[in-house]
Every structure is written in C-alpha cells, then in structure tokens.
C-alpha cells in the first residue's frame, strides 16, 4: 500500500500571500488530522477531518483552514501568510474517527514566509 | 488546556546502555498514549503505543509503561544502538474522541558507540 502522501514538499511564499496544501491518506484510510511543525513549538494539532467533516480543531487562527474531499484527500489552507508560519506541514491518516488508532504521517510540507 | 511535558529535552548515552524518556499529560481523558520517532528529515513514525487499559507494553528493546493515576508514561529502550539515535515523541489523545493528538515538546536521544 502506498504511504500517505503530500505535496508540494517545499513552498516559499511571500507574506500576506495565501497557501494550500494537499494530503492523500492512505487508501482506505477516511480519518485525515494536521499539524505544524516548528523548532520551538514542536508538534502542535491544527485540525482533523473525518467524511469530509471537521471533527475536532486546534487553537490556530482562522486564516487557518481546511477541508475533505469524498476520496478523503486533504487540502489546508493558510491565508494572510506571517513570517511565523514558516513551519513543516504533516498530515497523517487513520483508519477510523475514534481514538487509539496509529496514525501514519507523510512526509510533510516544508512552508517558507519571507 | 490540554498538555504533555516531556523529560529530558536531551539525552546521551553509550551503545549498549538504557535509556528512559519520561512524560506526563494533564487531561484526564486521554486514553491513547503513541511514541514516535524522527530521524533528522524524516517522518514521525510510530514505534509503539498504549492504551488507557494496559499498564505495560513491550517490542523487544522498547517498552512503555502507564501510570494513569499520576498521568504520567515513559519510554524504555535497552541495549541501545547508534541507529536508535533520532528525536523521540510521546504524545496523548485529546480526549476519547477523535484522532487528535497532543505532543511533548521532544527528546533527542543521541547513541554514541
């Protein structure tokens, strides 16, 4: 099976500009979150998405945004850019929308705001 | 709001010894406790987990133990080995529902032979 897959892998952008992301779990998988990686704040949780519903969110701001296809592919959407956003996006997938399940991770896309 | 604090932030051993990552969370309902490991330019991956129900699990060198009554979990790696040197997480459901997981901030574990 292929692994969960994101693209593009690296982005620079610009600030006040606007970004989207794509993520494509695992087939079978229907439980898509994301996260944000940085050096000082580790990994935090943006939201979660399961049937193409949001099912639970983080504490980011609303220029943070999301949303589930019917084939469970992911897209993230970032507007209004700040310099802090330069992060490494993971998403990772699961099986199911209910806890204790392993959660697989892509390989993340490395976003840069100048 | 939900946390995870994860101990230390660094750790260096020889090859061969132990090494124990120590974590503990604050939000009662958390019933999904996976460690994952990060090589530098990789992906998390899981190495191991546990549930609400269980006190102690074990993948031959690595073990995690839970103490639901102090809130607190820890990694155990034994015999370590260079290729276990990367940056470790242990992380904590947000709650029973969802897929949602807190992180601790991290432990890199350095393996020197």
């Known amino acids: 099976k292929a692994g969960v897959t994101q693209t593009p892998r690296y982005l620079i952008k610009t600030r006040g500009q606007q970004v989207t992301l794509s993520c494509s779990p695992i087939?079978?998988?229907?439980?898509v979150s994301w996260y944000q990686q940085t050096p000082g704040q580790g990994l935090q949780f943006l939201f979660e998405?399961?049937?193409?519903?949001?099912?639970n969110k983080g504490n980011f701001p609303g220029r943070f945004s999301g949303r589930q296809f019917s084939n469970s592919r992911s897209e993230m959407n970032v507007s209004t850019l700040e310099l802090g956003d330069s992060a490494l996006y993971l998403c990772?997938?699961?099986?199911?929308?209910?806890?204790?399940?392993?959660?697989?991770f892509g390989p993340g896309t490395r976003l840069t705001v100048l | 709001g939900e946390n995870v604090e994860q101990h230390p932030s660094t750790l260096s051993v020889q090859e061969g010894d132990s090494a124990v990552i120590k974590c503990t969370y604050s939000d009662s309902a958390s019933n999904y406790f996976p460690w994952y490991k990060q090589e530098l330019g990789k992906r998390p991956q899981l190495i191991i987990d546990?549930?609400?129900?269980?006190g102690e699990k074990k993948d031959q060198r690595i073990a995690v133990t839970l103490n639901k009554t102090a809130k607190h979990f820890s990694l155990h790696i034994t015999e370590t080995q260079p290729e276990d040197s990367a940056v470790y997480f242990c992380a904590a459901s947000r709650g029973q529902a969802g897929t949602a997981l807190i992180f601790g901030k991290g432990t890199t574990l350095s393996v020197s032979s």
């Open positions: 998405y399961f049937s193409e519903t949001q099912r």
């Open positions: 087939s079978g998988h229907r439980s």
């Open positions: 546990i549930r609400s129900n269980v």
């Open positions: 990772a997938s699961s099986v199911r929308w209910t806890g204790m399940n392993e959660q697989f």
